[in-house]
Structure formats: C-alpha cells, structure tokens
C-alpha cells in the first residue's frame, strides 16, 4: 500500500520554541493531507485539512497562528508549532487519502512532541 | 454530529481465542465506517470499512466486521488470535455527505493483548 512518513519521529524543545513536523507521501500525490492529533489514552482529534496551493482548513478550537500548515508540494505538508508551551506536548499524525473511485487514507507514523 | 465509543480499552485473549473488539457509533446520516490498526510506532493501517454496501464486511488479517444498524453498533471479530494481532484498535466514523471517506472522527482506541 501507500506510504506517508513523517520528521522527525519524535523531538523535545524547549517551552518558546518552535517545532516543524513534516508529512511526506512517498509514493503517491495528495492534494490533501490531514493533521491529527492524540493525547495519552485519547481519541485522534483532527486538528486540520492541508490543502496543496491553499489555505489550510482548521478543525473549530483549533489555533491557525498557533499550528501553522504549508503545503508546499504534492508529496509535504508541514505542521508548525509555534511558541511551544508543555501544554502543546502531544502525538501528531499526518494523513493523506488516495485517489480513485474508493479514497483510502494513508497514515504516517507519528511525531512525539514533549515540550519542557 | 458523529461519535464514537470504543467499550474497553483494553482486551486481553489468549492465542487461538476469538477476539471481539466493540464500536459504537453515533450519526444522524448513515455513516461511514472504519476499523485501523496500529503496531507499534508505525502508522494506522486500514483493516476494513463500511460504506454502505454488505452489511458484513471483510479485510485484512482475518478480521470482520458487522455493520448492525438497530444497535448503531459496528464491532470488530477474529475467530482465533495470533500474537501478530497484539496492537491497538481504533474505530472511526466519516460523514459521507460532509466529509466523505477524509474527515474522520476516531474512538478512543482499544489495545489488544494476545497472550500465549
């Protein structure tokens, strides 16, 4: 099947500062890509719908000017957490669906976040 | 407004036994369902869905699942475990005029244990 991965797999930064995840679709194009997010023991929240070319669609609740989404390519968007506080300290996963007459979406493994 | 809730969030089998995994599902259109599974540190990956043809649905690995309307219920089955099934189980719902297969809205998970 397809392949989504994602950078880094896990980071630790310090409250302040600024963390980029990439989302990559190895073998496929994805105009779309989706961000979720999980906390310990909970659902995965979507948190966002990146679009390739435009503007990122946010889930309500969900801060654009704290989670900045670029698309920049048909195989990367990047998620950026801006101003980290420990609070932001979570697991985010990146998803991107297939085309064709039945969408599949295709996980990537994951990035651990731990804000200090 | 779809909901998901996964009862147990934790299961434990022994090899060779049936594995029964429940999801309930709340939505006010006819849903769209999901059952993923993720190992550790890698991505979910797509056991089966529902959408809206068999009511009986069929995928990867053994598994099935039982689209059951009247109990808004959509649970997850394996007649005998492998200790390759020890994962985490994630249930999910989509809104197929909305959101179409994309926007998905997951249960809180269930973590399976196979234990010899």
């Known amino acids: 099947g397809a392949v989504v991965s994602q950078h880094p797999s896990w980071v630790i930064c310090k409250s302040g500062t600024s963390v980029k995840i990439e989302c990559r679709s190895l073998?496929?194009?994805?105009?779309?890509m989706f961000w979720y997010r999980q906390f310990p023991k909970q659902s995965l929240m979507l948190m966002a719908t990146s679009n390739e070319g435009s503007k990122a669609t946010y889930e309500q609740g969900v801060e654009k000017d704290k989670f900045l989404i670029n698309h920049a390519s048909l195989t990367l968007s990047t998620l950026t957490v801006t101003s980290a506080h420990p609070e932001d300290s979570s697991f985010y996963i990146c998803s991107a669906p297939t085309r064709g007459a039945e969408e599949t979406q295709y996980f990537g493994p994951g990035t651990r976040l731990l804000v200090l | 407004a779809q909901s998901v809730t996964q009862l147990g969030s934790h299961v434990s089998v022994s090899e060779g036994a049936l594995v029964l995994l429940r999801c309930n599902y709340s939505?006010?259109?006819?849903?769209?369902l999901f059952w993923y599974v993720q190992y550790p540190n890698q991505g979910l990956q797509l056991l089966l869905k529902y959408t809206s043809a068999a009511t009986l649905v069929k995928g990867i690995n053994g598994f099935e699942a039982e689209f059951k309307k009247s109990e808004t219920s959509f649970h997850l089955t394996k007649p005998s475990a492998h200790m390759s099934d020890a994962a985490e189980y994630f249930c999910?719902?989509?809104?197929?005029?909305?959101?179409?297969?994309?926007?998905?809205?997951f249960g809180a998970g269930t973590r399976l244990a196979v234990h010899p």
């Open positions: 073998d496929f194009q994805a105009t779309t």
């Open positions: 939505s006010s259109v006819p849903p769209y």
């Open positions: 999910a719902v989509s809104d197929p005029v909305s959101g179409g297969y994309n926007k998905l809205i």
